[in-house]
């Protein structure tokens, strides 16, 4: 259904709005709405004064679809909450609105952009325009007042909310969204050439958000920091096409690229560049464990410990089966040999470099705190004694100054100050 909601003053006044090229009369802006806009039900807002002064003037059009709503004057929070209350409850799911914003008090577009925020989120609502007809302008345009839609204001609330989704917990999936519906239709591009280049930008922004954000999710360091570089770069090379497409992005973009250029690498898996790798997935563990994505946080963290052993001792860093291998083995076995009745161990070739270190008992510690952790995640909480997620969550905390702490030690290039 099409509805459209409109406010009334208390004081009328004949104006000729010019919507379209056309031209349509009208005592209230309502009544040059009537004339143009196909709609099932128009709900008119008034207070007891309006109904008396200016209502009448829709009344005598005797549409049946032209229904009054009587709403306070809103002279209190508690009044607008009460016409909040009254307007959205009038609107069903998957509605069509249009509102109307003319006439009434000045606080009432404040109310309707949030009236419009609301209803696209709780009932799914379409928001098919937002219509001032600006009637004091026509004093400098012969007398006409053109008809403005601020409906394209609206999708700043969701552009903020999505860019802000994407900043605060790296879910990107929202704000791709957006991005793809400002890409040109087949029509444009078939009738306008030019704007394919609009295309190709939106679709490799909207692609490498994508790709940052499940790359994210999914634990993936190498991939977010090779993502975070192209994604810097993309950006840069789209701004003119948000400026064109995606007007509330083109304000946003700076605060991703300030967001996800931290951990952009254009080659970590290069040997000249793993150091700066394992300082980055550092950086990394702490953006998760900030954003209470405990387990990705505690699953990069048992990974990164093996990384800066296997960097120290020069073992070949992404071979699973050789340099990480033997650096696992070693941690477990010299584990297993501390313990009052240990197991039967399989040496590992770095046994000996390993227990060299002056650090190894600081590193044994935190690697049976983090298995411990570890396994407690990965079973889900299903055993007679379960650590609520909170505990897990602090547990996670205080691991991360003890990695620091590695970190400053094992680890040239950088120093962490507080």
């Given amino acids: 259904m099409k509805i459209i909601i409109t406010f009334l003053g208390i004081q009328a006044k004949k104006t000729t709005y010019s919507f379209e090229d056309k031209n349509y009369d009208g005592e209230v802006f309502a009544e040059a709405l009537h004339k143009f806009c196909n709609y099932d039900s128009m709900l008119v807002c008034v207070t007891k004064e309006a ?118 917990i790296g879910d990107g999936q929202a704000l791709a969204n957006l991005l793809k519906t400002a890409i040109p239709s087949s029509v444009e591009l078939r009738n306008n050439p030019a704007s394919r280049p609009l295309k190709s930008q939106l679709e490799k922004t909207a692609k490498s958000i994508e790709t940052i954000s499940l790359a994210l999710n999914l634990t993936r360091p190498i991939e977010t920091m090779q993502s975070a570089t192209r994604l810097e770069e993309i950006l840069k090379q789209a701004k003119p096409s948000f400026a064109e497409r995606a007007k509330p992005f083109s304000l946003l973009s700076e605060r991703v690229v300030k967001e996800y250029g931290q951990f952009a690498l ?114 889900v909480g299903m055993n007679l004694n379960p650590q609520p997620a909170l505990k897990l969550k602090e547990k996670a905390l205080s691991l991360y100054p003890q990695l620091q702490k590695i970190a400053e030690e094992l680890l040239p290039g950088r120093v962490i100050t507080e």
Avoid at 103 to 120: I, N, Q, T
Wanted: net charge negative; charged share 25%; hydrophobic share 45%.
């Fill in 51 to 168: 109904k008396k002064t200016t209502f009448p003037i829709l009344e005598k059009l005797k549409d049946e679809r032209i229904q009054a709503v009587e709403i306070p004057t809103g002279e209190t929070t508690e009044q607008m909450w009460e016409t909040f209350k009254t307007i959205t409850e009038k609107v069903n799911e998957n509605d069509s609105v249009i509102f109307d914003i003319t006439h009434g008090l000045r606080s009432l577009p404040f109310l309707v952009f949030l009236f419009a925020a609301y209803l696209k989120v709780a009932k799914n609502v379409t928001i098919e325009a937002i219509y001032y007809g600006a009637w004091e302008l026509g004093f400098s345009n012969n007398g006409i007042a053109p008809v403005i839609d601020l409906s394209e204001f609206v999708s700043m609330i969701d552009w903020l909310t999505a860019t802000e989704r994407f900043i605060e």
């Fill in 266 to 379: 254009e080659d970590p898996t290069n040997q000249a560049e793993l150091i700066e790798n394992l300082w980055l997935q550092l950086q990394m563990i702490e953006w998760y464990i900030q954003r209470d994505r405990v387990v990705q946080a505690v699953t990069l963290a048992r990974e990164w410990l093996i990384s800066v052993l296997v960097l120290k001792f020069g073992e070949l860093m992404f071979d699973k089966n050789k340099g990480r291998k033997y650096v696992e083995g070693a941690i477990n076995n010299a584990v297993e040999n501390r313990k009052a009745l240990p197991r039967p161990i399989t040496p590992s070739p770095c046994d000996e470099k390993l227990t060299a270190l002056p650090q190894v008992e600081e590193l044994l510690k935190v690697w049976s705190q983090m298995a411990e952790l570890r396994n407690d995640i990965a079973h």
